[in-house]
Nanobody
Framework: VQLVESGGGSVQPGGSRTLSCTAS????????MGWWRQAPGKEREFVAA????????YYDDSVKGRFTISRDNIKGTMYLQMNSLIPQDTAVYYC???????????????????WGQGTQVTVSS
């Protein structure tokens, strides 16, 4: 089971960045994928998720209107387009996958069955 993130790096405030995550070797059918993040000294928090089949998306209020999550079912890849980045977006971003995700559990850490290693995003001038 492997989730491989890419696209992290440094960006200036107001800039954009796109993260990618590719899934492979799963023993279970992926119901949804998403992103969590952890800033220095803070708890890990939900960012966004997308249901693999229907494409339904969920976002934390802090990123609504700025971030867009999407998936390519054929490639088995998920994307997070991040626009209008602010310093508070600085964090390690983790790709996650879940068997079963729905309206009531998308923001719960225990919903997710697999986690990537994380990729650093730094927003600074």
């Amino acid at each position: 089971v492997q989730l491989v993130e890419s696209g992290g790096g440094s960006v200036q405030p107001g800039g954009s960045r796109t993260l990618s995550c590719t899934a492979s070797g799963f023993a279970f059918a992926i119901g949804a994928m998403g992103w969590w993040r952890q800033a220095p000294g803070k708890e890990r928090e939900f960012v966004a998720a997308v249901m693999w089949g229907r494409g339904t998306t969920y976002y934390d209020d802090s990123v609504k209107g700025r971030f867009t999550i999407s998936r390519d079912n054929i490639k088995g890849t998920m994307y997070l387009q991040m626009n209008s980045l602010i310093p508070q977006d600085t964090a390690v971003y983790y790709c996650v996958a879940a068997r079963d995700l729905h309206e009531g559990n998308y923001a719960l850490r225990e919903t997710y069955d697999a986690w990537g290693q994380g990729t650093q995003v730094t927003v600074s001038s």
